[in-house]
């Protein structure tokens, strides 16, 4: 999967560490919308940190055990979505996502999670997908209950962000979820 769109003048591209200029400018701008969920957002200060960040999912990639990849609207990148975990031999992958507070609203995450999904699931053959989200992040929470996860519990005081520990909930969705979910439905 190189690109999916995602409607009119959006799409999902993959970022590379040649983008770097344009990851960290968006950090910029986006970062107190970003820091009280990603940790990667406390990291990518600069344009060498930003690269960094981009190699390390290039690496990824190229091992096949994550991917990072834009979502741009009308040309300027506005969020992004990562398989911050992907792996074939245990058949499950996590998706993680971030969108500027301008660009929300839109089904941007939703969409794009869904060709991140149909990917996992149908070319690669997982049988599972992951979401984790902070109980606190309401937006996100959203996205996971319109792809059709289940929250399958919470995780307390997982990690360490920001001087503060947190919690983080476990949405998840199987191949035959997804299959049972997205097939075409006879009209009548």
Excluded at 99 to 115: C, D, H, K, M, S
Aim: aromatic share 8%; proline share 6%; net charge negative.
């Amino acid at each position: 999967m190189l690109s999916a769109p995602l409607g009119p003048g959006a799409e999902l591209c993959p970022l590379e560490p040649w983008q770097a200029d344009e990851l960290a400018a968006f950090t910029d701008r986006a970062r107190e919308h970003l820091t009280p969920w990603l940790p990667w957002a406390h990291d990518v200060k600069d344009t060498a940190s930003a690269r960094a960040f981009l190699q390390r999912y290039a690496d990824r990639q190229a091992a096949d055990t994550g991917r990072i990849y834009g979502i741009r609207l009308d040309g300027e990148l506005v969020g992004g979505m990562i398989y911050r975990i992907f792996s074939v031999p245990q058949g499950s992958c996590e998706l993680g996502a971030w969108l500027a507070p301008g660009a929300q609203g839109r089904g941007l995450v939703t969409r794009a999670a869904g060709a991140m999904i149909d990917w996992a699931i149908g070319a690669r053959g997982l049988a599972r997908v992951e979401w984790l989200v902070s109980p606190l992040n309401a937006p996100s929470i959203a996205v996971a209950r319109r792809l059709g996860m289940t929250c399958e519990g919470t995780m307390r005081s997982v990690f360490a962000m920001g001087g503060t520990r947190h919690d983080l909930q476990v949405w998840a969705l199987l191949a035959d979820e997804w299959h049972k979910e997205n097939a075409p439905h006879p009209h009548g």
